[in-house]
T-cell receptor, first 114, second 112 residues
Framework: GQQLNQSPQSMFIQEGEDVSMNCTSS?????WLWYKQDPGEGPVLLIA?????ELTSNGRLTAQFGITRKDSFLNISASIPSDVGIYFC??????????????FGKGTKLSVIP | NAGVTQTPKFRVLKTGQSMTLLCAQD?????MYWYRQDPGMGLRLIHY???????AKGEVPDGYNVSRLKKQNFLLGLESAAPSQTSVYFC???????????FGPGTRLTVL
């Protein structure tokens, strides 16, 4: 199957610092999505990107859809303790069966030191 | 609205036993999905359904069966559990395949 290369795998940062993570792929995607997963919970959508070059913000989060449609990054500014969790990128594209499917990255585990 | 719910939350099986995981959604979504999440692997699609009475294979379907007899429910079955099926299973639903997927809280399954 297709693969998304998400980096870094894990990060330890001080509260207040900015965070950056990214995803790259050899495949083109129609949509890029960023999810956050808290311990013991399912992933929750943070940001969705629909056009190449699109830059979208959601509070302290900013994400961009790469111009080649093969990559995306997520920035978190002024991190706080509740930002702790695993962040997943996901690329969406039309499958051979005619419906859109998601391919997930392996996640970036974020730890915030108060 | 409860959103997407999953039953049970935890389960331990012995090799060869069977079980069914239940997913229910109250958002009237057409599409439903089953994923498995393994450490360091992200989420991988097992099976999905584009509507009541229809199912299709995802990336890792072997060893699993699914049924969608009612629009709001999507069942994942393991006929003969194997240790390799130890994982956290997530159900998700979406209005259409290109819409946001909403995830349930997960079922942690251990096969001994």
């Amino acid at each position: 199957g297709q693969q998304l290369n998400q980096s870094p795998q894990s990060m330890f940062i001080q509260e207040g610092e900015d965070v950056s993570m990214n995803c790259t792929s050899s495949s083109i995607f129609n949509t890029w999505l960023w999810y956050k997963q808290d311990p013991g919970e399912g992933p929750v959508l943070l940001i969705a990107l629909y056009k190449a070059g699109e830059l979208t913000s959601n509070g302290r989060l900013t994400a961009q859809f790469g111009i080649t449609r093969k990559d995306s990054f997520l920035n978190i500014s002024a991190s706080i303790p509740s930002d702790v969790g695993i962040y997943f990128c996901a690329g969406q594209q039309l499958s051979g069966a005619g419906s859109y499917q998601l391919t997930f990255g392996k996640g970036t585990k974020l730890s915030v030191i108060p | 609205n409860a959103g997407v719910t999953q039953t049970p939350k935890f389960r331990v099986l012995k090799t060869g036993q069977s079980m069914t995981l239940l997913c229910a959604q109250d958002m009237n979504h057409e599409y439903m999905y089953w994923y498995r999440q393994d450490p360091g692997m992200g989420l991988r699609l097992i099976h999905y359904s584009v509507g009541e009475g229809t199912t299709a294979k995802g990336e890792v379907p072997d060893g699993y069966n699914v049924s969608r007899l009612k629009k709001q429910n999507f069942l994942l079955g393991l006929e003969s559990a194997a240790p390799s099926q130890t994982s956290v299973y997530f159900c998700a639903s979406s209005r259409r395949s290109y819409n946001e997927q909403f995830f349930g809280p997960g079922t942690r399954l251990t096969v001994l």
